[in-house]
């Protein structure tokens, strides 16, 4: 199952990714809901990147995974 994460690939869950500038962003902080606030649906992707982080050239980005509701 580890593998199908790390591939945003699991039919049972829905993926999302979110990016900040490097070394500004907070990587704990979960995607938002419709209102704009943050959604504690989301779990982090600890299969993904660096145990569900990664950081690039300018940004940084988490990976977070939540099982389908429908």
Do not use: C, S
């Not at 994460?5 to 419709?34: I, N």
């Not at 704009?36 to 649906?41: C, L, M, Y």
């Amino acid at each position: 199952m580890a593998d199908l994460h790390a591939r945003f690939a699991h039919p049972d869950f829905e993926y999302r990714t979110t990016e900040g500038a490097r070394k500004r962003f907070d990587t704990t902080v979960p995607p938002v809901d419709a209102n704009g606030d943050p959604d504690p649906t989301w779990e982090v992707n600890a299969d993904a990147g660096q145990d569900g982080w990664e950081r690039f050239a300018r940004t940084e980005k988490a990976y977070w995974r939540r099982r389908r509701t429908t």
